[in-house]
């Protein structure tokens, strides 16, 4: 992926989420049942291994917050001043920002205790620049999450054409100064029901508590290993604490 590539992928993922309705379209998209379910299994993922302060990069309409019981302040930055003042509005202890990631992270280094990036480096690309920006603003010993794609993809959005998850992840882990904590993937069987409109919806309508929440979890547990299509990455930074 090269660097117009990615230019032009960041600027279409950008004008995704502004605009007077960002934040209502934001969340019809992560209403529906599959999305609620896939958002409890990343809470369920990180709320154990978060502690002490953290940092959302992309804190978009800040849907984690307040769900992690370790994390004692939690704060963030995102390119959407929509998606920042819906925030601010919300959360009005958490310190934001507006702001590009590709831009860097107007934050001290190691000021926090953990820092975080879901469902956006996908799109963003330039993790090669990004990472390391992310990992220097966590102390030593700190925690870095963030969730990549398995292959890289075209996709087209409201009729733009977007490349996923194009960057070399391995190499850019390789030069970062932290170690791998867990690696946990997602997106098998979940996101599958989705591309299926037969099965999203008889899943979401009615007849759709056929199927249990428990049995749909369970069933994405068990495929996860084989088809999963992202992954949520956990390192810890290196030095000591």
Avoid at 6 to 14: E, G, L, N, T
Avoid at 119 to 147: N, T, Y
């Amino acid at each position: 992926m090269n660097e117009n590539d990615i230019s032009a992928s960041r600027a279409k993922y950008a004008q995704l989420h502004q605009g007077a309705d960002a934040v209502a379209r934001y969340e019809r998209k992560l209403g529906n049942r599959i999305d609620v379910l896939r958002d409890e299994i990343e809470v369920q993922t990180l709320a154990p291994l978060l502690t002490g302060s953290l940092f959302d990069c992309t804190i978009g309409i800040g849907r984690l917050i307040g769900r992690m019981p370790g994390v004692t302040r939690y704060d963030g930055m995102d390119l959407s001043g929509e998606f920042v003042e819906h925030v601010r509005q919300k959360y009005p202890a958490s310190q934001l920002q507006t702001g590009d990631l590709t831009a860097g992270i107007p934050v001290e280094t190691g000021a926090y205790d953990n820092v975080m990036c879901l469902r956006s480096l996908s799109g963003i690309g330039g993790l090669a620049k990004i990472l390391p920006e992310m990992l220097r603003i966590v102390r030593p010993g700190g925690l870095m999450v963030f969730d990549y794609g398995r292959r890289p993809t075209l996709t087209v959005v409201k009729g733009q054409k977007m490349i996923l998850d194009g960057d070399d992840l391995a190499a850019v882990l390789n030069q970062l100064d932290a170690s791998v904590v867990t690696r946990v993937r997602l997106d098998a069987a979940l996101t599958r029901a989705k591309i299926y409109l037969r099965v999203f919806r008889f899943l979401t309508g009615p007849r759709g508590g056929m199927v249990s929440d428990a049995m749909l979890l369970k069933i994405e547990r068990l495929t996860a290993p084989l088809f999963w299509q992202r992954e949520i990455i956990v390192l810890r930074k290196h030095g000591a604490p």
